[in-house]
């Protein structure tokens, strides 16, 4: 069992940041490749970045691409999603995954006001 806690969501003003984070524990985390996905009220979860065990291969949702940069730390077990130029349609939950399993985390809101 992994079990995964988000954090660093809030409300900011379009054009704003956020940093949010992943904590996981339980098995060991380097052995997982990760992701980020996101759900707005109405769509379907969408994934929006991910990351290999160490890092090396990165991938980004052309919604995204330039503008969120996802990282990991392995010693603290933790995944990271850096969110710059914040749009409107950034608003939703955003989860943390370890990619092929069902292993997700509780969700943290982003909310980006126009």
């Known amino acids: 069992q992994v079990q995964l806690v988000e954090s660093g969501g809030g409300l900011v003003q379009a054009g704003g940041s956020l940093r949010l984070s992943c904590a996981a524990s339980?098995?060991?985390?380097?052995?997982?490749?990760m992701a980020w996905f996101r759900q707005a009220p109405g769509k379907e979860r969408e994934r929006v970045a991910t990351i290999s065990w160490s890092g090396g291969h990165i991938w980004y949702a052309d919604s995204v691409q330039d503008r969120f940069t996802i990282s990991r730390d392995n010693a603290k077990s933790t995944v990271y999603l850096q969110m710059n130029s914040l749009k409107p349609e950034d608003t939703a939950v955003y989860y943390c995954n370890a990619q092929d399993t069902d292993y997700w985390g509780q969700g943290t809101q982003v909310t980006v006001s126009s």
């Open positions: 339980g098995r060991p985390f380097s052995r997982y490749p």
